[in-house]
């Protein structure tokens, strides 16, 4: 069985070389070409009903009194363009109502970052380099929270800023891409518990790869990120995540691309949240969390 299954695999990457248009991931090495249009739309979700890792059911008792993150909806939009023959723009906006110490966190992030690609050659074992230069901004309300073990009645100012640079080498085998990509993130966090501020700064390094394997009209999406924190102020604090994602995708035609796919981390939105973590908290997210996605993917040029 296991040699079917190898001798399957090595078929795929010997499949006749296609051109990966479009992808559900953000990350890639690839920029869009001039005047192309990219428009990703998707809908994540984790509940009681939709819980593929049983994370909903390991944490359901301490997301209500404990401050750990339970059930997740939430739009995630992405709007790309091919702005010059080597440079693309991206803006994300993605909104997420999460349970969260009994009550309802309403984060919402804006993240705009542009891509410049440095160098193609297409005969190369590695055909591309590009960096992604961005920043991004995570908000929410102030929360009031009762009946739970925080110790905290009320959390203000939620929000972070960071800057980040990525650098992104890529990699086209037959039929599959391959992009290997390194960053460095500065992030500034403004948070108050009960009136008393946990402003602080860290800094974070991320390492990670996305394979995406084209079957005809099918894509199979995988990819990987370690991240690491560093000047995090913090005592005893986990100061790494591990972010695994899987997406299948079918392209109903040259434009248009449907997925459904998951998402799992390691130590929850360690990182990818900065303001959840400060000296109250920092405990309570060393569950595992993740969730389902769904969602398109509809590219166009604006040229004709």
Do not use: C, W
């Not at 010997?14 to 809908?43: D, E, F, H, W």
């Not at 970052?113 to 190369?124: E, G, T």
């Amino acid at each position: 069985m296991i040699r079917i299954v190898s001798l399957f695999l090595l078929s795929i990457l010997y499949l006749q070389a296609t051109n990966v248009s479009a992808t559900s991931q953000n990350i890639r090495s690839y920029p869009l070409p001039l005047g192309k249009t990219s428009i990703k739309a998707n809908y994540n979700v984790i509940s009681e009903s939709l819980d593929i890792f049983s994370i909903r059911n390991d944490t359901a008792g301490k997301a209500s009194h404990h401050g750990s993150l339970g059930n997740l909806s939430g739009i995630d939009f992405t709007l790309g363009y091919g702005l010059y023959k080597h440079t693309s723009l991206f803006y994300n906006f993605k909104y997420e109502n999460i349970d969260y110490a009994g009550e309802s966190l309403k984060n919402k992030k804006h993240d705009i970052f542009v891509k410049l690609n440095i160098y193609h050659n297409p005969s190369a074992m590695f055909n591309t380099f590009s960096t992604d230069i961005g920043f991004i901004h995570n908000s929410a309300n102030d929360l009031s929270i009762t009946g739970s073990n925080l110790g905290i009645s009320k959390m203000s100012d939620l929000n972070d800023n960071s800057l980040y640079m990525r650098l992104l080498v890529g990699s086209k085998i037959r039929s599959s891409i391959l992009d290997f990509y390194l960053g460095l993130k500065y992030t500034s966090i403004n948070t108050k518990l009960d009136s008393i501020s946990y402003e602080r700064n860290e800094v974070a390094f991320n390492v990670g790869f996305q394979y995406t394997l084209e079957l005809g009209e099918y894509l199979i999406e995988t990819g990987y990120e370690y991240l690491r924190l560093f000047s995090r102020d913090i005592d005893n604090v986990k100061k790494s995540n591990n972010i695994f994602n899987l997406t299948f995708s079918r392209a109903l035609n040259e434009k248009l691309l449907i997925f459904i796919g998951i998402k799992y981390f390691s130590n929850q939105y360690n990182g990818i949240i900065p303001y959840l973590y400060n000296e109250k908290t920092k405990n309570e997210f060393n569950q595992n969390f993740g969730y389902s996605t769904f969602g398109f993917v509809y590219s166009f040029d604006l040229e004709r």
